[in-house]
């Protein structure tokens, strides 16, 4: 099996940068890609957007449209962690975000959902 434990996130100006980590234990071994996705206040997981994916071994990337330039997903393999820096917040960033991955053997796994408050 494969666990995430997302943290991070909070309230903050826009403009202001976080970074969001997300620790991977498990199977780690097994891991094909990872990623955040995200849903707005008062949506549900099941409504969430992809924000940023990687290829666990390649490091290959996938941004949405709406993060390019401003998001860069990272992961430390020696520590199995991965990061979302999210640099140049936007009001419209506010929302759960949530540390996936995905393997052929376990499927799919959620971290929990991490907060994150963007304001003006």
């Known amino acids: 099996q494969v666990q995430l434990v997302g943290s991070g996130g909070g309230s903050v100006q826009a403009g202001v940068s976080l970074r969001l980590p997300c620790a991977v234990s498990?199977?780690?071994?097994?891991?094909?890609?990872v990623g955040w996705f995200h849903h707005a206040p008062g949506e549900h997981r099941d409504q969430a957007d992809l924000v940023a994916r990687i290829i666990w071994t390649s490091g290959s990337t996938v941004y949405a449209d709406s993060v390019k330039g401003r998001f860069t997903i990272s992961r430390e393999n020696a520590k199995d962690t991965l990061f979302l820096q999210m640099n140049s917040l936007k009001v419209e960033d506010t929302g759960v975000y949530h540390c996936?991955?995905?393997?052929?053997?376990?499927?799919?796994?959620w971290g929990q959902g991490t907060q994150v408050t963007v304001s003006l």
């Open positions: 498990g199977h780690t071994s097994a891991l094909d890609t």
């Open positions: 996936y991955a995905d393997s052929m053997i376990h499927g799919r796994t």
